[in-house]
């Protein structure tokens, strides 16, 4: 009967960890901001915006700046100490830079790029969410402001996301569950891990730090090292971290 309860209590424990992160949003995100896609845009840029929702491709086409972001980071800065905040003078630049309607698109993705990243910092900064919390939060306004195409355009998936987001939700679930055993923690390490790197394990691991797997360690087996000497935390850290490897990679 005990260890039903047990299996039943962590079981909840998971479910909760999952729903959590679509609460943040909710929560956070939507008490905060609104309708993300309604503040993407001003009213000099409505237009465009709403049509690029249909036709993001043509950002991909002839006469547009190779790469997006850097495009846009390099503006930002532009406006930041050239321009000294005058959001006039970044839209007249464009529409003089590109005399056509490459202009008035483009001033609609920087609109859009600077409203998230205000919003993204704002998430960053907040002292009542965990790590793990803020990265899914940012995630999801990436989702919600740039959807489908322009998301991959600008935020182009890579390799070193996945771990980062791992040891975070790891790191998040002991900070809820600090009194779980280091069994529990590593299934739920192994099953995170199967969920983040799907078909693109072997991608991601070749970026694989050493220090992931020794912040993993630390993190699932902090019971067992507290009363060990630095020699034996040494040893037993690497035998773990080879056995992490073994048991996901095998």
Do not use: C
Not at 29 to 35: I, R, S
Not at 69 to 94: A, I, P, Q, V
Not at 149 to 170: D, E, I, M
């Amino acid at each position: 009967m005990n260890k039903k309860k047990t299996i039943s209590i962590l079981l909840i424990s998971i479910l909760l960890s999952f729903v959590l992160g679509g609460l943040v949003y909710f929560l956070f995100l939507k008490k905060h901001y609104g309708n993300t896609k309604e503040s993407s845009y001003d009213s000099r840029s409505e237009v465009y915006w709403q049509r690029l929702q249909n036709l993001p491709e043509v950002l991909k086409g002839e006469g547009y700046p190779n790469d997006l972001r850097d495009f846009l980071e390099t503006l930002r800065g532009k406006e930041s100490y050239l321009w000294k905040g005058d959001r006039d003078k970044t839209y007249l630049h464009l529409l003089e830079e590109y005399p056509d309607e490459r202009g008035h698109v483009l001033y609609a993705v920087y609109v859009a790029y600077m409203n998230w990243r205000e919003k993204s910092l704002e998430i960053e900064s907040s002292p009542s969410l965990s790590t793990y919390e803020k990265l899914t939060a940012v995630n999801r306004l990436k989702e919600e402001i740039f959807p489908g195409f322009l998301n991959l355009l600008l935020f182009p998936k890579h390799p070193t996301s996945p771990p980062v987001l791992l040891s975070s939700y790891l790191e998040d679930y002991i900070q809820r569950n600090p009194y779980s055993y280091a069994r529990e923690r590593k299934r739920i390490f192994l099953r995170k891990k199967e969920e983040l790197y799907k078909q693109e394990k072997w991608d991601i691991q070749s970026w694989e730090s050493p220090s992931f797997y020794r912040q993993i360690v630390n993190l699932i087996y902090e019971r067992e090292m507290k009363e060990m000497t630095d020699e034996e935390k040494t040893f037993y850290r690497s035998s773990k971290i080879e056995e992490l490897k073994s048991d996901f990679w095998n």
